[in-house]
T-cell receptor
């Protein structure tokens, strides 16, 4: 079974530029999550999708961050414009439905450096 | 809302020695508990989980954890570590909404 795929793995941009990250979840997983992991901290949930609908985006800085999950499969997270404090690893995770959905499967992450 | 406290930010340990990583949580409702491991430049991998049943949970790579409801703890243990166990370990909790709340992590460094 293929795992969660993310690209790019690394990205370096200047502040005020825009950037986009892509995630392909495990086939059949209804729920998709985006996390932000700042160096030295645990992951923090940014947004949760159930199929192609948003379940929770309360921690997403909506003035600069946006995310979509078209057709309930792949997802894209965008930052525009980026700030220095956005430097972090962005993790995508997916989970199946039901009680098995308690376990989330994580991708390798995208390491973003904002200069 | 749930929260997790990992009591040790760094744990140095010698190869073949035992290790314990401490995790305490707070929640007003029943919880589900997880330990994840993160190797350098990789995503998170599930070590073990407590959903229900036996409070002693066995996971991959020889790790185990014990759920203690009265002490609101979920400490992770391994009787004999290897160099390859050097990594960052995260304790996480979820409740009715399936969302995970993570601790700040514990860095384990295994020395020969």
């Amino acid at each position: 079974e293929a795992g969660v795929a993310q690209s790019p793995r690394y990205k370096i941009i200047e502040k005020r530029q825009s950037v986009a990250f892509w995630c392909n979840p495990i086939s059949g997983h209804a729920t998709l999550y985006w996390y932000q992991q700042i160096l030295g901290q645990g992951p923090k949930l940014l947004i949760q999708f159930q199929n192609n609908g948003v379940v929770d985006d309360s921690q997403l800085p909506k003035d600069r961050f946006s995310a979509e999950r078209l057709k309930g499969v792949d997802s894209t997270l965008k930052i525009q414009p980026a700030k220095l404090e956005d430097s972090a690893v962005y993790l995508c995770a997916s989970s199946p439905s039901g009680l098995a959905g308690r376990e989330q499967f994580f991708g390798p992450g995208t390491r973003l450096t904002v200069l | 809302a749930q929260s997790v406290t990992q009591l040790d930010s760094q744990v140095p340990v010698f190869e073949e020695a035992p290790v314990e990583l401490r995790c305490n949580y707070s929640s007003s409702v029943s919880v589900y508990l997880f330990w994840y491991v993160q190797y350098p430049n990789q995503g998170l991998q599930l070590l073990l989980k407590y959903l229900s049943g036996s409070t002693l949970v066995k996971g991959i790579n020889g790790f185990e954890a014990e759920f203690n409801k009265s002490q609101t703890s979920f400490h992770l243990r391994k009787p004999s570590v290897h160099i390859s166990d050097t990594a960052e370990y995260f304790c996480a909790v979820s409740a009715g909404d399936y969302k995970l709340s993570f601790g700040a992590g514990t860095t384990v460094t295994v020395r020969a």
